[in-house]
């Protein structure tokens, strides 16, 4: 199965999991072929397959089969010309061999000087990936000895956007050849190289900030040949996915929860998001848990007094546990009892809470099984006129604003209504037994 990497879109929509399907059941062995074995699909697939993993075949080995060819063909081919053929298709076999064929048509002696024009010409464009790319940004050796300043800059604009990150990410797991061994030195590089990486990221944010792209070139020398050139050696370990990525992720989201939160807790606090998070949180947190984790049930009312007084809701109390928890810190909730967790949730979700701001939008279906929206339903309670007291109940019901006992107005309505069945009926035998003595009393 070739090119298994290459399942995308809808056409391929379940592609790999039936082909883990078939690997699980079939008594055929299945050989399964990929180019990038980093590609986030073969992650599923690799758990299932034994991972064999080729390697680029080295230049000497690729010369060697191509000399026995050349010789068995009658071509006279220089060793150096046969060298430049081979890095100029970046050790591809196949266009090695079509090269010699096309080259060798007219003439079956071939010169260093044209072959390696010929080469120059024909020299094949790959598309690297990142971490291909940042692999090569600290190679050192016969590797990167022949490239110039211009292939070396080249690296940065395979990928322009996840470069620098990996360049960021990695070049600290460097252990760098100019270095050789001496700890001041190596941490003289480090500082070299990241003095060279915050002056990339300065140059990245006039970049997308102005729409200055004539200054990529600048950044590329910057954020990937600077740092390349101090940090050339050998990894120590294996190239890191760029951390940055998750992290503004989860600063972003924290930023929108901590922004709620200052929203509803405005009207009791006085501090913007950020006085919010370092000055009340942490207190909040506290206070919310350690009634429940030292009085489990009986320290539900005074958590939910506290949330009521300051205005939050369910919701914001899972967001400040969430906002309010430092790495390697310990999780106060962890704590908490299971049945004292849903003791407080049953206990709050069968309070009303009265709060200054729009919980959410309750809808309700219309009596006799219509659920479908008319058109005053679309222009709002304001353009339809009331017809009956139960429609001014129903509005006031579907306001969150107001605070409704609903419980305590079904049962009092139910009261009344048996008390008023209770006088008829006692008028209706007093009346009875007047008419049956000739004279009545009520």
């Known amino acids: 199965m070739d090119e298994v990497d290459g399942m995308a879109g809808n056409e391929d929509r379940g592609g790999i999991q039936e082909m883990v399907a078939l690997i699980k059941n079939t008594k055929i062995p299945i050989i399964c072929m990929c180019n990038d074995r980093n590609h986030p699909k073969m992650r599923t697939l690799s758990n299932h397959c034994f991972d064999l993993r080729f390697q680029r075949p080295r230049v000497e080995q690729i010369k060697a089969a191509m000399m026995s060819l050349a010789f068995k063909e009658g071509l006279k081919v220089p060793p150096p010309a046969l060298n430049e053929i081979i890095l100029a298709s970046n050790q591809d076999i196949r266009q090695v061999i079509h090269n010699l064929s096309m080259w060798s ?94 002056d990339g990221d300065l140059v990245d944010k006039c970049v997308r900030t102005g729409q ?43 930023d929108r929860i901590l922004q709620e939160l200052q929203t509803h807790m405005r009207l009791n606090v006085s501090c913007d998001k950020r006085g919010l998070n ?67 949730t049953r206990t709050y979700n069968k309070e009303v809470h009265m709060t200054p701001y729009a919980t959410g939008v309750v809808m309700k279906k219309k ?54 069945k209770t006088k008829a009926a006692s008028a209706k035998t007093a009346n009875s037994k007047g008419k049956g003595r000739g004279k009545g009393k009520s």
């Open 105 to 198: 048509a007219s003439n079956k002696t071939m010169t260093y000087e044209q072959t390696k024009k010929d080469a120059e010409m024909a020299k094949k464009d790959m598309h690297l990936g990142p971490f291909e790319v940042c692999r090569k940004v600290f190679a050192g050796g016969a590797e990167t000895a022949g490239m110039t300043l211009n292939d070396k800059s080249d690296l940065f604009f395979h990928d322009y956007s996840f470069g620098p990150l990996f360049v960021q990410e990695n070049y600290i797991h460097v252990v760098p050849y100019a270095a050789k061994g001496n700890v001041g030195k190596h941490l003289s590089q480090l500082s070299r190289a990241a003095d060279s990486l915050c």
């Open 212 to 254: 200055q792209w004539g200054l990529l070139p600048t950044q590329a020398i910057y954020a990937s040949v600077i740092p390349g050139e101090h940090m050339r050696g050998g990894m120590s370990q294996m190239i890191q996915f760029p951390q940055w990525l998750g992290k503004n992720s989860s600063t972003g989201k924290h």
């Open 367 to 420: 009596r006799g099984g219509g659920a479908a929206a008319t058109e005053d339903d679309m222009y709002g309670e304001e353009d339809r006129a009331p017809s009956s007291s139960d429609e001014e109940g129903e509005k006031i019901d579907l306001d969150t604003m107001i605070k409704i006992k609903k419980k305590e107005n079904k049962d009092a309505a139910k009261k009344k209504t048996a008390e008023k």
């Open 278 to 344: 370092m000055d009340y949180l942490p207190f909040m947190r506290t206070s919310l848990t350690n009634p429940l984790i030292e009085n489990d049930a009986e320290g539900v009312p005074d958590v939910i007094k506290l949330m009521d007084d300051y205005d939050i809701i369910k919701e914001d109390f899972d967001n400040i546990m969430e906002v309010s928890k430092w790495p390697n810190s310990k999780d106060p909730m962890s704590k908490l009892a299971p049945k004292t967790k849903a003791a407080f």
